[in-house]
Nanobody, 125 residues
Framework: QAQLVESGGGSVQAGGSLRLSCAAS??????????MGWFRQAPGKEREGVAT????????YYADSVKGRFTISRDNAKSTLYLQMNSLKPEDTAMYYC????????????????WGQGTQVTVSS
């Protein structure tokens, strides 16, 4: 059964850094054939796309709010997705989710059909 497990969340002060990981297992097709994304959801807000790693990892997409501060990467040999988050701001506080899809590589949550349980990131000012 396909599973995504996030880790690496925590509490940091503004300006700090965190590195999130998302380990994938049980997928039917080779991991590199999946489009992988990071999303976040703050209380009372809709889930929003943060970054996307296209199949193979050669291309990436970032939301304007994180561009220049966050870096998405993947290790296909380890079936693991990463999100390096630098210069964190209080507005980055949210539950962070990784997601996977083998079809269309979109930027919204409805484009993905596999989801992890999330890891909490809290940034204090």
């Amino acid at each position: 059964q396909a599973q995504l497990v996030e880790s690496g969340g925590g509490s940091v002060q503004a300006g700090g850094s965190l590195r999130l990981s998302c380990a994938a297992s049980g997928f039917f097709y080779i991991y590199s054939s999946y489009c992988m994304g990071w999303f976040r959801q703050a209380p009372g807000k809709e889930r929003e796309g943060v970054a996307t790693s296209y199949r193979g990892g050669g291309s990436t997409y970032y939301a304007d709010s994180v561009k220049g501060r966050f870096t998405i990467s993947r290790d296909n040999a380890k079936s693991t997705l990463y999100l390096q988050m630098n210069s964190l701001k209080p507005e980055d506080t949210a539950m962070y989710y990784c997601a996977a899809v083998r079809g269309y590589c979109g930027r919204t949550s409805r484009d993905y059909n596999y989801w992890g349980q999330g890891t909490q990131v809290t940034v204090s000012s």
